[in-house]
């Protein structure tokens, strides 16, 4: 699925429009038609027996996609120049696939200690299970990462920012160790899209979406991508076909439409998202914004050398007050509403404890913390919905 088209001079945002829309694969359609399939058929013997040999290459069976899947599975490895992209039914098939694709049992893998807590679940469940050790580690860790590495470790997986708290990495140090022992980097890019990252530009062998947020782009279909480069294509495709992960068609068509609009919808995500919370920054109740792109922010430096922009999700630690207080707040707002996603057009507030998912790094904060998607709303309303919800939470903590 998803072989690259050749490199182009065209802008990204020309190729964030076209990629992907071969003729062959959507006909004189704008955008490929729904291909609902399990059977495929053939005209004649000699050509199932050309299919088995060529399975990657030809219409053969619905687990390995129709032309629906191909075109995003095309767009998404020109976009982030891989050798071809798998696509599954949720971005925790995507990451959950690819690190099954290169490890094995007595391997250790190097995991960031601020990585999406159910991919964290699943070292400490399903691969620990296996015989699979994982090291967390600390998100500000370059290059010192080295003195991590034991004979076995096969695989760095970077999440940058981190989940919740949002430090940014530094991907090139990590890789150029990495690749110096022998081992693999998986990158989970969800939150920069490849409009605003590349990983394997910077030294990831995998780059991991849960396209169910900014790519789907509209809070109604869950979908994952896997990007890979040559050393790792082929183990990547042949263990996610192995373990049956494929998106159905109609979320893969949901998926390239979302693709189209990724660009503008990124950039009003980008701006809004600053605008609140640079005024978060004044707020007397806010002890500190959590956004990669304000000076301050951990890896800000880093995000500036290496990222070309920042999306609309963010964090905010209060200054003071219980978290068990917070539905003063939250049962509240007008606007905000509560949920566990984002990368959608509606903006959401979500209030969390890092503490309980840190082992590396100790959390410690002197109040709560709130994660915001700043949506496509208007900004003053989210604003003016905000000031009113810390203030009813400024009751509850006595000041
Ligand atoms: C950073 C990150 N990676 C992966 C995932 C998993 O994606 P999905 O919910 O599509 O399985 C999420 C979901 O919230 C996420 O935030």
């Known amino acids: 699925m998803g072989s690259k088209n050749s490199g182009s001079e065209r802008g990204f945002e020309t190729r964030i429009v076209q990629a992907g829309r071969r003729k062959a694969l959507t006909g004189r359609y ?19 027996r050309e299919g088995v040999a060529n399975i990657f290459d030809t219409l053969f069976y619905g687990r390995l996609g129709t032309p629906t899947q191909w075109s995003l599975g095309e767009a998404m490895a020109e976009l982030e120049g891989g050798a071809g992209a798998w696509l599954y039914p949720s971005g925790m098939g995507a990451i959950t696939s690819s690190l099954l694709s290169l490890l094995k049992t007595g391997d250790h893998l190097l995991m960031v200690d601020t990585v999406y807590e159910p991919t964290r679940k699943f070292c400490q469940g399903l691969l620990q299970r296996m015989g699979i050790e994982t090291t967390f580690y600390d998100p500000a860790l370059g290059g010192d990462i080295d003195e991590l590495f034991g004979e076995n470790t096969r695989l760095v997986f970077v999440e940058s920012p981190g989940s919740l708290t949002m430090e940014i990495q530094d991907m090139p140090a990590i890789a150029e160790v990495a690749h110096a022992r022998g081992a693999y980097v998986i990158a989970d890019n969800t939150w920069a899209t490849p409009l605003f990252f590349n990983p394997l ?66 950039k009003t995500h980008q701006k809004s998202g ?49 978290l068990e207080n917070i ?31 840190r082992t590396a790094v100790p959390w410690v904060a002197p109040g709560p913390l709130l994660r915001l998607q700043i949506g496509l709303e208007d900004t003053d309303d989210l604003i003016a919905d905000l000031d009113a919800g810390l203030a009813r939470f400024q009751k509850t903590t006595g000041r």
């Open 201 to 266: 530009a910077h030294g990831a062998d995998i780059s991991v979406h849960a396209a169910t947020k900014y790519i789907v782009g509209h809070s109604d279909a869950m979908l994952g991508v896997a990007i890979a480069n040559e050393r790792c294509w082929n183990k990547l495709r042949a263990a996610s076909l192995s373990l049956g992960q494929i998106a159905g068609p109609d979320d893969a068509y949901l998926g390239q439409r979302g693709l189209r609009t990724l660009a503008p919808r990124l």
């Open 327 to 357: 539905g003063s707040m939250v049962d509240h707002m007008e606007h905000f509403a509560m949920g566990f996603s984002w990368g959608g057009y509606e903006s959401l507030i979500l209030p969390v404890d890092p503490a309980e998912t």
């Open 274 to 322: 600053l605008k609140v919370a640079r005024w978060l920054v004044g707020h007397p109740l806010v002890h500190r914004v959590l956004h990669p792109a304000l000076e301050d922010a951990p890896g800000h430096k880093i995000w500036r050398r290496d990222f070309s922009g920042a999306s609309g999700l963010f964090s905010v630690v209060l200054s003071g007050g219980k």
């Open 30 to 48: 704008v955008n490929p038609p729904v291909h609902r399939a399990s059977t495929i058929l053939f005209d004649s013997y000699a050509e199932l």
